[in-house]
Nanobody, 125 residues
Framework: QVQLVESGGGLVQAGASLRLSCEDP????????MAWFRQAPGLEREFVAA????????YYADSVKGRFTFSRDNAKNTGYLQMNSLKPEDTAVYYC??????????????????WGQGTQVTVSS
């Protein structure tokens, strides 16, 4: 397993931007595809975005496509989720996840073997 540490959450107004970070302090980062999931109160964990080991491919849930961008800097052992044009429905706890078994990542949370502790994102209307 990989230890992952998220940061960057907060309270913003609708239309604002936030950038979430996911760091791998154990420095095993390059060998893992990564993803972001989110979970709002009373709802199931939802896929947001995934990125490949090398960072050359990423894909997104339809609900965030065109607004969110997932990137990674393997030299810094950190992944970033740039979130623009935030909406109240984006409010959730955001979790970073890693998998060493699927190069491109996956939208299925069961495919991930390492998770961060989560960071709260709240978007007010």
């Amino acid at each position: 397993q990989v230890q992952l540490v998220e940061s960057g959450g907060g309270l913003v107004q609708a239309g604002a931007s936030l950038r979430l970070s996911c760091e791998d302090p154990g420095r095993t980062f390059k060998t893992y595809a990564m993803a972001w999931f989110r979970q709002a109160p009373g709802l199931e964990r939802e896929f947001v975005a995934a990125i490949s080991w090398s960072g050359d491919s990423a894909y997104y849930a339809d609900s965030v496509k065109g607004r969110f961008t997932f990137s990674r800097d393997n030299a810094k052992n950190t992944g970033y989720l740039q979130m623009n044009s935030l909406k109240p429905e984006d409010t959730a706890v955001y979790y970073c996840a890693a998998t060493h078994t699927i190069y491109t990542g996956s939208s299925n949370p069961d495919d991930y073997d390492s998770w961060g502790q989560g960071t709260q994102v709240t978007v007010s209307s």
